[in-house]
């Protein structure tokens, strides 16, 4: 190989080991769509009813720590799973309208809605690896959603525990901790998330445009979505969650 032949080899290979990580880069960043990430078409969910459409692999995972806790005599029963942008949009919707009708103000209902709902196309559940969970040995409370089921005599208390213990060497941790300086939603002890694929579908939809996409979507209330107000949101109800899953 003479002079020339050997740096026109040279000048090629640099290019490629320059460019390979560039390319693994942009694949890695574009690994989920715009769809997916707002729960208008994943190909990724399976199951065939509200409580038990999952993620794929988050549903494998979810299985086999609903086995363990099964040895320990605690039934985990997953109580909401996927949920599509139009479900959450008809959440949205009607409780908007409940609260326009008690009296509210645009602005007071939106704000009253997000202290537990998401917008349409923000909530983590969109991403099917999202559950909220209670122990299906007791008796459903009327409400069953409520922190006090989740501790002292509450019936979920020994679920929680377990929880505590177990759920993260499962991949599942809880998102809106009890830390007393989180802000956005309130605590929600039920509430877990499979992290190996939810920080990474995490990382590409905070590159998305809200404010487009609640236009788009048409939204009822979102004429009163301010600019501040989605900054807000995006930082406290969508970032402001256990440091784990960021």
């Avoid at 560039?22 to 769509?33: A, E, M, P, V």
């Avoid at 005599?73 to 139009?86: H, L, M, P, Q, W």
């Avoid at 009296?103 to 099917?128: F, N």
């Avoid at 809880?174 to 990382?203: A, D």
Wanted: charged share 25%; hydrophobic share 30%.
């Amino acid at each position: 190989m003479n002079r020339n032949q050997f740096l026109k080899s040279l000048g090629f290979s640099g290019l490629f080991v320059s460019l390979f990580p560039l390319k693994s880069f942009l694949s890695i960043q574009n690994r989920y769509t715009k769809n997916q990430l707002i729960g208008k078409g994943n190909p990724d969910i399976i199951g065939n009813a509200y409580t038990s459409k999952m993620q794929k692999d988050t549903k494998v995972a979810f299985q086999k720590m609903k086995n363990e806790a099964a040895k320990e005599g605690i039934n985990i029963e997953v109580v909401s799973a996927y949920r599509s942008f139009e479900k959450q949009k008809q959440i949205f919707e009607n409780k908007y309208r409940q609260f326009i009708l008690e009296g509210l103000s645009p602005s007071e209902a939106i704000t009253k809605i997000i202290e537990y709902s998401t917008i349409p196309g923000t909530s983590r559940h969109h991403w099917g690896t999202d559950i909220d969970i209670i122990d299906a040995n007791f008796p459903r409370p009327e409400s069953v959603l409520e922190e006090e089921h989740y501790y002292g005599d509450g019936p979920y208390c020994k679920l929680k525990e377990w929880l505590n213990e177990h759920s993260e060497k499962h991949g599942f941790y809880e998102v809106y901790t009890n830390n007393p300086s989180r802000k956005g939603f309130k605590y929600e002890p039920w509430h877990f998330s499979y992290k190996p694929i939810s920080k990474p579908m995490l990382q590409e939809y905070k590159n998305l445009n809200l404010i487009k996409i609640f236009q788009e979507e048409n939204i009822l209330g979102n004429e009163y979505f301010t600019s501040e107000f989605i900054q807000k949101y995006r930082n406290q109800n969508i970032l402001d969650i256990n440091p784990e899953l960021l």
